[in-house]
C-alpha cells in the first residue's frame, strides 16, 4: 500500500497501561491502516505499558486523564480508548465528551451502547461512546446470535474461563460489572429473553488458554440449520480474531414435557432445545503470550471498531 500526500489516519489515545491497553497499542501500530498512536495514558510512571510506550516513540503521560488533556496534541486526537475500570469510565467519559471526542469503552462501564462487530458493528457508528461489553462477551455473544437466528433463544448462559495471569488490576475490579453488563448483552446484542454470565480466573500452571461455553435454550428447530449458523458466525469472528474456534461440534439435547429443565432465573421449566458451543480463544501474543485469547478479542473487536469509525466520519483516509 502506498500513502499520497492526501491520505491521513486518525489519532487515537489509549487510557490505561495495563495489559488490555498495551496489547490494544500494539495492535494499533502494527495492524491498523487507518489509526495511529497520538498518546499512551496511565497513572503510574513505573508500568511496563507506559515505559514500552515511550521506548516505541509514543507520547505518553502518568497523569491520567488530566494528563491527557494537558497533552500539546490533544486537540489532534479524534478517538479515544479507556482500558481502566468501570468506575473511572464514568469521569473520564465526562472529560472527554466535554471535549468532542469520541469514546471507545473496553471497561463494562456501559455507558453507550453494546457493540460486538460481527451482529452490530455499523450500527451505532453515530454514538460518541460505544461499550465493548466485555472479552467473554465478545467471544460468546456472536454464539447466542448465530442460534438465536435460527430459533427463539429463551435462555443464554455463558462462562468465560481465563487465565489468572491474563487478568490485571483493571479486570479484577472489574468481576461484577463484567457478569453484570454481559447478561444484558447477551440479551440486547444477543436476542436472548434472559441472558447470564460467569467468569472463572483459572490459576492453572501452565496458564490455560482461554475457553467459553454457551448454553442456549431455544425453541426447537433444525439442528443442522443452527450448526451452519455458528459455523458461519464462527467465520466472521475469526476474520478478526484468528484463534477463534469451535473446540469441538455444536451439542443438542431436546427436552420433552416429560424431563423439562428448570430454570431458576426464570422461575419456569422449559422444553425445548438445548445447544451447547464449546470454544477456544488463542491469542495473537502480540503482548501477552497466545493464552490471554481474552485480551486479543477484546483490543481487536476495539479496533475494528475504531476503524469502522474514523472511516464513517471521514477522520482516516487511506487508499489501499
Known amino acids: 500500500m502506498s500513502q499520497t500526500t492526501n491520505e491521513r489516519k486518525a489519532k487515537v489515545a489509549i487510557i490505561g497501561s495495563g495489559n488490555i491497553g498495551t496489547d490494544l497499542m500494539i495492535k494499533v501500530m502494527r495492524l491498523s491502516k487507518s489509526l495511529e498512536m497520538g498518546a499512551f495514558v496511565g497513572i503510574d510512571p513505573e508500568s511496563d505499558g507506559l515505559k514500552r510506550a515511550e521506548r516505541l516513540g509514543v507520547p505518553i503521560t502518568a497523569g491520567g486523564i488530566d494528563g491527557l488533556v494537558a497533552l500539546p496534541?490533544?486537540?489532534?486526537?479524534?478517538i479515544v480508548?479507556?482500558?481502566?475500570?468501570?468506575?473511572?469510565?464514568k469521569h473520564h467519559d465526562a472529560v472527554l465528551q466535554a471535549h468532542g471526542k469520541q469514546v471507545?469503552?473496553?471497561t463494562p462501564a456501559a455507558i453507550g451502547p453494546y457493540v460486538v462487530p460481527p451482529i452490530n458493528g455499523v450500527a451505532n457508528l453515530d454514538a460518541t461512546n460505544v461499550n465493548m461489553v466485555t472479552c467473554g462477551g465478545q467471544a460468546t455473544i456472536p454464539m447466542v446470535a448465530a442460534v438465536n437466528s435460527v430459533a427463539k433463544v429463551h435462555y443464554g448462559e455463558i462462562v468465560a474461563s481465563i487465565a489468572s495471569k491474563s487478568a490485571g488490576p483493571g479486570t479484577r475490579?472489574?468481576?461484577?460489572?463484567?457478569t453484570e453488563t454481559t447478561s444484558r448483552a447477551i440479551e440486547t446484542v444477543g436476542g436472548a429473553t434472559r441472558g447470564k454470565a460467569i467468569i472463572v480466573l483459572n490459576p492453572a500452571e501452565p496458564p490455560l488458554i482461554m475457553r467459553d461455553t454457551v448454553y442456549c435454550l431455544c425453541d426447537d428447530a433444525d439442528t443442522a440449520a443452527i450448526e451452519a449458523s455458528v459455523e458461519a458466525m464462527v467465520a466472521e469472528v475469526q476474520a478478526y480474531v484468528?484463534?477463534?474456534?469451535l473446540k469441538q461440534k455444536v451439542q443438542f439435547e431436546r427436552l420433552g414435557a416429560n424431563d423439562p429443565l428448570f430454570i431458576p432465573e426464570m422461575d419456569q421449566a422449559f422444553t425445548g432445545l438445548k445447544v451447547t458451543i464449546f470454544l477456544e480463544v488463542e491469542g495473537a501474543a502480540h503482548y501477552l503470550p497466545a493464552y490471554a485469547g481474552n485480551?486479543?478479542?477484546m483490543t481487536?473487536?476495539?479496533l475494528k471498531t475504531a476503524e469502522k469509525i474514523a472511516a464513517s466520519r471521514g477522520w482516516s483516509q487511506v487508499a489501499s
Do not use: K
Not at 242 to 245: A, D, K, V, W
Open 242 to 245: 484468528p484463534g477463534y474456534r
Open 73 to 78: 496534541n490533544f486537540a489532534d486526537i479524534a
Open 300 to 302: 481487536s473487536a476495539a
Open 104 to 106: 471507545i469503552d473496553l
Open 81 to 89: 480508548f479507556d482500558a481502566t475500570s468501570a468506575g473511572a469510565h
Open 173 to 178: 475490579a472489574n468481576i461484577d460489572e463484567f
Open 295 to 297: 485480551l486479543d478479542i
